[in-house]
Nanobody, 122 residues
Framework: QVQLVESGGGLVQAGGSLRLSCAAS????????MGWFRQTRGKEREFVAA???????TSYADSVKGRFTISRGSANMTYLQMNSLKSEDTAVYYC????????????????WGQGTQVTVSS
C-alpha cells in the first residue's frame, strides 16, 4: 500500500507561485498514475492534474491549464508547479496514486495523501 505525503503548501499573494511535492513510500515512476486534486470547504473534491506512469502524458483541469504543471521527479516524487495563482486556487491540495490504464480525468484513485493547504490572498 502506497503512502503519500504532500508538502509545499502555504500562503501566497495572488500572482505568485508555489511548488507542491508529493513523496511516496515506494517507487511510483513506471508503476502508478499520479494525480493532484483540491477541495474547498463545502465543495466536492476537484480534479487538478494527472501524470501517466513515466510522465509522458499529462492532463489538466481547464481552470489550471497554462498555469499549473505536474511533473515526475525521482522514483517516488511527484510535483505540482503552480504559477499565476488566483484566490480561487485556495484549497487543500491532495496527491493521489492509482494503478490501471491511463484515463485523462478520473477520480478512481486507490491511494490518497492527507493534503496540504494552499491559501492565495488577493
Amino acid at each position: 500500500q502506497v503512502q503519500l505525503v504532500e508538502s509545499g503548501g502555504g500562503l501566497v499573494q495572488a500572482g505568485g507561485s508555489l511548488r507542491l511535492s508529493c513523496a511516496a513510500s515506494e517507487r511510483t515512476t513506471g508503476l502508478y498514475i499520479m494525480g493532484w486534486f483540491r477541495q474547498t470547504r463545502g465543495k466536492e473534491r476537484e480534479f487538478v492534474a494527472a501524470s501517466s506512469w513515466n510522465g509522458g502524458s499529462t492532463s489538466y483541469a481547464d481552470s489550471v491549464k497554462g498555469r499549473f504543471t505536474i511533473s515526475r521527479g525521482s522514483a517516488n516524487m511527484t510535483y505540482l508547479q503552480m504559477n499565476s495563482l488566483k484566490s480561487e486556487d485556495t484549497a487543500v491540495y491532495y496527491c493521489a496514486a492509482r494503478r490501471g490504464g491511463w484515463v485523462e480525468i478520473t477520480y478512481d484513485y486507490q491511494f490518497w495523501g492527507q493534503g496540504t493547504q494552499v491559501t492565495v490572498s488577493s
